[in-house]
């Protein structure tokens, strides 16, 4: 009984202890979190590395030895002799297969004869020839002495003359007869088959003792390739990358039977023949191999990758530093004032980079017109910093100037400008009256780079939407990166390929250099707790890693890529499914907030 309730105090104290423990614990969670804000940032980075940037295409090819010949024959017959087999090395003109030749020498010896019987009717004509002549002369001659009727004259004279076309005919038949006999003595040639180049024998189609026949077309027997040291790799590339592709190019490419050795090539020729499969449309490009260890073989499978462009030894950024964009939740994590409009949002492309409108929440992506909002806010613009202020003497042109700049972002709203809840556009006074400051805060150079450039835009009638450029995260696809929202600048003179060239002998030496592509980015960096933006010139881009022409970037400077605020785990636990997309700053990201402003978006 004492047991019993000694037991059962034991038990009430170590409940006690363990509710007393929970409860201190929590108080202890609840305190930290308080103190620290309520919510744990974490920041990650990349940093600014050196090396090479490439920017390629892939395909898939096909193997093949450079010259194939398909040797056949062109007589019917019955296979008596084979004298190559697979794999056979062969010189031209060696005998390489044999007919059965009996039935064309019997061939041979009928037109023989036949040629003998037409040489004796010739001369058996001739002496009958030579009788009506003898007799015309006699005729003549009475005829003369008025000894024998005239008819009797010209009955000679008929006769000479039939005489002479009969033995033009059996001539002809001689001719003919002589003909027939070649042609026996060339099919008796034809049933031996020999090996018209050197090479390899990689395709054996008959035995001995099969019968060949060759009545509509010249059946294949063997296939040779000429030398397997040299091949080429029939490739096929999409529609959206041939314009991209020429001659010259480097190749690499990767096949089955050696997954670990990388073999390189060189762009020979892009065939103009259309290939349609499925609606999707492709062009050969075939691609010089070399093969000096006959490693690869025909009729491989070779995943080809074409260098369009290259840079090496060069400053790059991370394409997940290029995609983040900061959104208000994340500045009021950190306690950071929000840059000014034009520092952070995208809108206004930097000098040089000949930027659009672009909703900054979405990471980025296509060109969006200046009265987007996300959830009632207005998305911004982002223009040059104003590093000096504006002459008075130059405030009216640039008065003149703002329309301009203003008509060629038109086109971007018409597209994708319309207002969402409520969102000011760019024809509002208060953005005018943003861009004017800025324009008045630039140096001149800058400012008429800048405003040349608007008016160029609003001339070709594609002023505000996005560029299509090697943008970065694309690996050089040719298409703007929704992440890095740049755009590309190319010289149309550059572009412009003459109709005509001297020499050309054919249309691959028409084809002018790629231009060169030159975008803007913006990139985030992390200093005593505050985000910094820098705006980047951009070159070429692979599928991780852009090329940095000019900017305030350092080899191994840490760039953001992604921002979780904690307020991600609250949703996660908000009653939601957990396969349903989560919001968050991270990767994997980009879901709109309550307020209704898209999340950053990490790598």
Not at 247 to 257: E, I, L, M, S, T
Not at 352 to 362: E, I, L, Y
Not at 367 to 391: E, M, Q, V
Not at 477 to 493: K, Q, V
Request: proline share 6%; aromatic share 4%; net charge positive.
């Amino acid at each position: 009984m004492r047991y019993d309730q000694a037991k059962g105090r034991f038990v009430k104290r170590l409940v006690l202890t363990l509710v007393t423990i929970g409860v201190l614990m929590a108080s202890g969670g609840a305190y930290y979190k308080w103190r620290n804000g309520g919510e744990q940032v974490q920041v990650s980075t990349s940093p600014v590395l050196r090396g090479d940037v490439v920017s390629t295409v892939g395909a898939t090819g096909t193997l093949d030895a450079v010259t194939t010949v398909q040797v056949g024959t062109q007589v019917s017959g019955t296979v008596r002799e084979l004298n190559a087999d697979f794999n056979s090395l062969v010189r031209k003109g060696q005998v390489i297969a044999r007919l059965d030749p009996s039935l064309f020498e019997t061939q041979v010896e009928q037109s023989r004869a036949n040629l003998v019987r037409s040489q004796a009717d010739v001369e058996r004509l001739r002496v009958s020839l030579d009788d009506a002549r003898t007799k015309l002369k006699r005729a003549e001659e009475l005829s003369g002495r008025n000894l024998i009727p005239r008819s009797e004259l010209e009955a000679s004279q008929v006769a000479v003359k039939a005489a002479e076309a009969q033995l033009r005919s059996a001539q002809a038949q001689v001719t003919q007869a002589e003909a027939s006999l070649n042609q026996s003595q060339v099919n008796l040639q034809h049933t031996v088959i020999s090996a018209p180049i050197d090479g390899i024998v990689i395709s054996r189609n008959v035995d001995v003792g099969q019968t060949v026949a060759a009545s509509l077309s010249s059946p294949t027997l063997f296939l040779l390739a000429a030398d397997l040291t040299k091949m080429k790799v029939s490739a096929s590339i999409d529609e959206s990358d041939v314009g991209r592709i020429r001659p010259g190019q480097h190749v690499r490419f990767r096949v089955d039977a050696y997954p670990t050795e990388e073999f390189r090539g060189t762009v020979l020729q892009v065939r103009l023949q259309p290939v349609v499969v499925q609606n999707v449309v492709t062009y050969a490009t075939v691609i010089d191999v070399p093969n000096p260890e006959l490693k690869l073989k025909p009729g491989m499978t070779a995943n080809v990758t074409i260098e369009v462009a290259r840079r090496d030894d060069v400053l790059k950024v991370p394409n997940a530093a290029l995609r983040f964009r900061p959104t208000t939740e994340i500045f009021a994590a950190l306690k950071q004032t929000p840059p000014n409009d034009g520092e952070w949002r995208g809108g206004l492309g930097a000098p040089g980079g000949g930027g659009g409108r672009r909703d900054f929440q979405r990471g980025g992506g296509e060109g969006r017109g200046a009265g987007a909002t996300a959830g009632g806010r207005p998305t911004g613009t982002s223009g040059p910093s104003p590093p000096s202020s504006l002459p008075s003497d130059s405030a009216p042109s640039v008065a003149q100037n703002v329309g301009s700049a203003r008509d060629a972002r038109g086109a971007d709203q018409q597209a994708g400008g319309q207002r969402q809840g409520g969102g000011r556009g760019a024809d509002d006074p208060e953005q005018r009256r943003q861009l004017m400051e800025r324009l008045e805060k630039m140096p001149p150079e800058e400012r008429e780079a800048f405003l040349k450039r608007m008016r160029e835009r609003g001339r070709s009638g594609e002023s505000g939407q996005s560029g299509r450029g090697e943008g970065a995260g694309r690996g050089g696809s040719g298409r703007s990166d929704r992440a890095g929202r740049t755009e590309a600048r190319s010289d149309p003179a550059a572009q412009a390929t003459p109709l005509r060239k001297e020499g050309a002998t054919t249309i691959d030496s028409l084809f002018g250099p790629l231009p060169a592509v030159e975008t803007s980015g913006r990139v985030w960096i992390y200093v005593n707790n505050q985000l910094q933006p820098v705006r980047l010139r951009l070159g070429i881009a692979d599928t991780t890693h852009t090329e940095v022409i000019s900017g305030d970037v350092k080899e191994g400077m840490p760039l953001v890529t992604s921002v979780s605020t904690g307020a991600e785990t609250a949703t996660s636990g908000s009653g939601r499914s957990p396969l349903m997309p989560q919001r968050g700053f991270g990767p994997g990201g980009g879901g709109r907030s309550p307020g209704g402003a898209g999340a950053g978006r990490g790598g």
